[in-house]
């Protein structure tokens, strides 16, 4: 996406004593490098992925951890928020400076601290700085016969250090798991400049895992500076399958027969009719064109094990009514068919100006009546949506499409977003699988979870972070008991 | 939403429990079948039970979830699911009458966790009464979910110090198609770098113990290449555990060779079982301690202290205290 045009006019606010004692501290601290605070810079860090954005006090970009213990000890002197940032490739707003009360807060980016500290090959695990790209991560390891498994469509841009922060997915989540089942151990940097090793590489606890908890904390638990990463053998056999359906129905049902089959498939992704034909025209993927949906699907492991699965899912496919199978022959076939599936955000900029994504789950014998659902709520809003789903996780990620310059759109994209999230609760899902809370999902949480349940997991943020000062306006609803959610916060432009 | 809805009424008398505790500044103790907690040394605190709260709430194969009651055998949740070609491999570890609940509150590590994972990556959401006396769920059951905090892992391996587990919901696979111990005089170091992911790899004095789950073919080929021969299941030492860092397992095997203490290790995973003179147990954790790890004592009447060393946390401490800040639930690995 281009970045937003501005819909309220840019103001240079002037800096409270606090803000300026900060800023020179850290320009001293930092140097230009480091510190960033002109108009341009503010506006590039405006957003992340999502279109929710806010300006913010200035940007740092420590190179080091002192550097950003010296970056954090400030923010806590002069009390000033910061909103932890890596490649601001969040969905939800995770990575927007919204402040609190009019505070602007300092985006903290730890985009320069990229190294891969350690591959430790014999027992197959990574030490690394929060700002390597994954897919960096993913081609250092496969020179070793090793491979990471968390592959968010993102990978290419996404660092680790925001996959921990998200507990991001993927598309080999079926059977792999998500972000935190691959995380040993992290180290999170509190607002006194501390690390405190979260270390889980023991097989069983003598304390609390902390590292679990701080898996997915979206920045609200501290920053983190380190991770010590769960590496796999790289599987000796894959087997990828494409099968085009007639319908939608068709194809969620045949995800049902395969997740309840004797194998489980490694990835299961299903593409609507709309999806097909935008990456068929943008990657030439080799998707059948008439068809109503397509299902991706992988199996990986030993060689007889993955040619029954490939059999199986086959036959399964065939059972309920494909129109077309093709069974990968070689590892250029099979690239090819994964190229359509992770072509989809550039194929839509192709097509819209503008796009909304969002990120529901619900239970995978609710597929079907979920998609059902979407198609209903884009027609009913003169909205287009297309449906990109991780299927064998029962989690949507409905784009919605549209160009910001025609009069009263945000409200239809608004409309259709909030409704995709309720029709998800209604039908025992979630709010969110993989992108996170963020800011824009934040006031659903009421409708998920009870005032005890908030409370407690107020308790527990306060616990990790008594000051308060990371990222404070994510997450949690402000207000616990808001009934209607808001797609927008007070302080944030779209 | 299951999950908003109001805290079923049998819960009732735990929240009565913890609250009356929480009054009477008394201290309480979770048991589920007490495989555990019954070979920890004894404690003066009140015994909570999850005995009444059993039994499954909601399994749905075509989802592969289950949601169960947390004094729920292990077995008999194990039955259930075979009877659908599906299970949760949290195996039972410490003999008969795990229950689902003291599972997933010890968290203790299984050989199948080298392939498997963690149980507490099984876990999807969890009902608990905390030691505030509140019903509080977390999670949801969808395979992922990313709705706020993510206690459901805080909640696996705490031993009962934030809540009782009244409600788990557990992921589900389904049963591997075939499933079979093997035997071998070649190191196990060999066997994790030869296996493609080998479901489970036990070492013994005697020798190596591989376990398969796999297509049968693939179990043969993979036997045929490592040289393994058909074996039945091992069986492991339980007066202790010690907790290693996987890549100093070796070293801490070799203590326990040295210190005469008869021994079996989780290849993998970082766990070395052990039995033998209580002495020597104590003189070897002392020195797994110093290798970065910690020993659990499961043998009641051999030591008098705590089964653990306890360790000093600010941070557990501080969200220890956001769940119980009366402090009434009590670490049964920690002296009284």
Redesign the interface.
């Known amino acids: 996406m281009e970045p937003a045009p501005m819909t309220a006019p840019r103001r240079d606010a002037p800096h409270t004593p606090a803000e300026s004692a900060l800023l020179a501290h850290l320009g001293r601290a930092l140097g230009s490098e480091g510190l960033r605070a002109s108009a341009l810079s503010r506006a590039t860090y405006r957003r992340d992925a999502s279109f929710l954005n806010a300006d913010p006090l200035a940007i740092a970009l420590p190179a080091t951890r002192d550097e950003l213990a010296v970056v954090l000890r400030a923010c806590r002197d002069h009390q000033v928020p910061f909103t932890p940032r890596a490649a601001g490739t969040g969905l939800a707003g995770g990575a927007t400076p919204t402040g609190v009360g009019g505070v602007r807060p300092l985006v903290v980016s730890v985009a320069r601290m990229d190294r891969l500290l350690e591959l430790d090959v014999v027992n197959r695990r990574a030490h690394v700085e929060p700002g390597m790209v994954n897919a960096r991560l993913g081609r250092a390891v496969a020179a070793k016969g090793l491979r990471f498994a968390p592959d968010p469509a993102s990978q290419i841009a996404a660092t680790l250090g925001g996959n921990v922060a998200t507990n991001a997915g993927g598309i080999h989540v079926l059977t792999y798991g998500v972000m935190s089942q691959h995380v040993l151990a992290v180290e999170l940097m509190d607002t006194d400049g501390e690390i405190h090793l979260l270390d889980g590489r023991l097989p069983e606890q003598t304390g609390l895992d902390l590292r679990g908890l701080s898996v997915g904390g979206e920045g609200t638990l501290g920053i983190v500076v380190g991770a010590w990463l769960r590496l796999l053998p790289a599987p000796p056999a894959i087997g990828t399958l494409l099968a085009g359906f007639d319908t939608l129905e068709a194809a969620a049902a045949t995800v049902g027969a395969l997740v309840t089959s004797d194998r489980l498939p490694d990835a299961v992704e299903l593409m609507d009719a709309r999806a097909i034909a935008l990456v068929e025209d943008y990657a030439q993927a080799g998707y059948p064109t008439d068809a109503a949906a397509v299902l991706l699907l992988e199996y990986e492991g030993l060689a007889a094990g993955v040619s029954a699965g490939v059999d199986t899912a086959a036959r399964l496919a065939g059972e309920h009514g494909a129109t077309e199978v093709v069974r990968a022959a070689d590892a250029d076939q099979r690239a090819r068919i994964w190229k359509g599936r992770k072509a989809v955000a550039g194929a839509i900029a192709q097509q819209a100006p503008d796009f909304f994504l969002q990120d529901v789950v619900v239970p995978r014998s609710r597929l079907g009546e979920m998609l059902d659902a979407v198609v209903a709520i884009g027609e009913r809003e003169g909205l287009i949506i297309l449906n990109v789903v991780h299927a064998g996780d029962g989690n949507l990620h409905p784009f919605v499409l549209f160009d910001r310059r025609e009069e009263g759109v945000l409200d239809r994209v608004f409309a259709a977003g909030h409704d995709i999230v309720t029709t998800a609760l209604a039908l025992d899902g979630t709010v969110t699988g993989e992108h996170g809370v963020g800011i824009e999902k934040r006031d659903f949480l009421s409708q998920v979870y009870t005032a005890d349940d908030l409370a407690v997991q107020q308790a527990v943020r306060r616990a990790m972070e008594p000051s308060g000062l990371a990222n404070p306006d994510k997450v949690l609803p402000t207000t616990v008991g808001c009934q209607e959610a808001r797609m927008v916060p007070e302080g944030a432009w779209v | 939403?299951?999950?908003?809805t109001a805290p079923p009424a049998e819960l009732a008398p735990v929240v009565d429990a913890f609250a009356a505790a929480a009054a009477g500044q008394r201290r309480l103790v979770i048991r589920g079948g007490g495989s555990v907690l019954d070979r920890l040394p004894p404690t003066d605190a009140e015994v909570v039970s999850t005995a009444e709260l059993t039994g499954v709430i909601d399994h749905?194969?075509?989802?592969?979830?289950v949601t169960v009651r947390g004094g729920t055998p292990l077995q008999e949740l194990a039955a259930l699911l075979a009877t659908h070609?599906q299970e949760c491999p949290i195996e039972p570890l410490a003999g008969h009458g795990s229950t689902v609940g003291g599972r997933v509150a010890a968290?203790?590590?299984g050989p199948r966790?080298l392939q498997a994972?963690?149980v507490?990556?099984w876990v999807l959401r969890v009902r608990m009464v905390?030691g505030d006396a509140?019903?509080?769920?977390?999670g949801?059951?969808?395979?992922?979910?990313?709705?706020?905090?993510?206690?459901?892992?805080?909640a696996?391996?705490?031993w009962g110090?934030?809540g009782l587990l009244a409600e788990i919901t557990l992921k589900l696979?389904?049963?591997p198609?075939q499933s079979a111990w093997f035997t071998t005089h070649l190191p196990a170091g060999r066997i994790l770098s030869t296996l493609?992911?080998p479901a489970a790899v036990v070492s013994t004095p005697t020798g190596t113990f591989v376990h398969l789950e796999?297509?049968?073919?693939?179990v043969a080929?993979?036997a045929t290449v490592a040289g393994l021969e058909p074996a039945a299941a091992p069986r492991w030492p339980t007066a202790a555990?010690a907790?290693?860092?996987?890549?100093r397992l070796r070293e801490v095997t070799a203590l326990a060779a040295s210190a005469g203490l008869d021994h079996t290790a989780?290849e993998g995973?970082?766990?070395c079982l052990v039995d033998g003179d209580a002495d020597a147990i104590a003189t070897f954790g002392d020195r797994v301690v110093r290798l970065?790890?910690?020993l659990?004592h499961l043998d009641a009447g051999a030591h008098g202290g705590p089964a653990?060393?306890t360790?000093t946390?600010a941070?557990?401490e501080?969200?220890?205290?956001?769940?119980d800040p009366h402090r009434i639930l009590l670490d049964p690995r920690e002296s009284r």
């Open positions: 939403m299951s999950t908003s749905r194969p075509e989802d592969l979830v070609g968290a203790l590590a966790q994972g963690r507490r990556d905390t509140r019903v509080v769920t977390a949801g059951v969808t395979v992922k979910d990313v709705t706020g905090y993510d206690l459901c892992r805080l696996a391996g705490s110090s934030l696979r389904p049963i198609t493609y992911r796999e297509h049968p073919d693939d080929a993979q555990r907790a290693v860092d996987p890549a989780f995973v970082g766990v970065g790890g910690h659990l653990r060393a360790t946390d941070m557990g501080r969200v220890r205290a956001a769940l």
